[in-house]
């Protein structure tokens, strides 16, 4: 009788596991994708803010790491559309300020009000150690206003003539402008049309100035002045 009431149960039992539906077993790379898209999406919003607000190095940083760590996603195809331009803004803005943080500015107390002072020094180093050329606009509460090229630790070598230096404005053709070495034999050399020269200055990317530096010989100074700020020179000549 017992035997007959097992074999009855076990019967049972086996009609039951063959009659429920079977569940399958969950799909690991459906959930990692769907995961994979929820994230994307999170950072594809913020991607989205950061180009609106004009962010635009975060904006690369994140289209980056969108396009690196989540390749299949529709956000990342969505970011693909547009991270040309996303880069290209945030290297321009990057360039922009580099190129501000290549110009010095002093405002120094004088006699009769205040000395202004812009500094840039050239691209390419000198091959003489510790020698630096920069070009300077200052404007002085006596002397007025003056562009000069300012030498530091060298000499320019006048003996082939310093009255006249080629200066070109973004790589266009040279042109002469009138130069003098001050009667107190400082390391300056002065360009006479300050106002000329500046005017050019603020709408140039390049200024290029040839000069003659004794143990150098001619050199072709290059200054990248497109981050020059005038507003720093508050007393423009009218």
């Not at 799909?27 to 994708?33: F, I, L, P, R």
Request: glycine fraction near 6%; charge should be positive; proline fraction near 6%.
């Amino acid at each position: 009788m017992t035997f007959r009431r097992s074999s009855l149960l076990a019967a049972v039992l086996t009609l039951a596991a063959c009659s429920s539906p079977s569940v399958p077993p969950p799909d690991s790379a459906a959930t990692a994708k769907a995961a994979a898209e929820t994230a994307a999406t999170r950072e594809g919003a913020l991607y989205d803010q950061m180009r609106q607000s004009g962010s635009w190095d975060i904006a690369t940083s994140l289209g980056n790491e969108i396009l690196a760590t989540y390749p299949d996603t529709q956000t990342a195809a969505r970011v693909q559309q547009t991270i040309t331009e996303t880069r290209t803004k945030s290297a321009a803005i990057a360039d922009s300020h580099r190129l501000a943080r290549l110009w010095t500015y002093t405002a120094t107390a004088e006699d009769g009000g205040t000395q202004y002072a812009a500094a840039i020094a050239t691209k390419q180093p000198l091959k003489i150690a510790n020698a630096r050329l920069r070009l300077v606009l200052r404007q002085h509460p006596k002397w007025g206003q003056s562009v000069y090229l300012l030498l530091d630790n060298a000499t320019f070598d006048c003996k082939g003539g310093c009255a006249a230096l080629a200066v070109g404005f973004d790589g266009a053709k040279p042109q002469h402008m009138k130069a003098t070495i001050p009667p107190t034999g400082e390391p300056a050399l002065f360009i006479d049309d300050d106002k000329g020269f500046i005017a050019k200055l603020e709408k140039a990317e390049t200024v290029a100035i040839d000069v003659n530096i004794k143990g150098i010989g001619k050199f072709d100074a290059q200054f990248e002045v497109g981050g020059f700020d005038p507003a720093r020179l508050p007393n423009k000549p009218k």
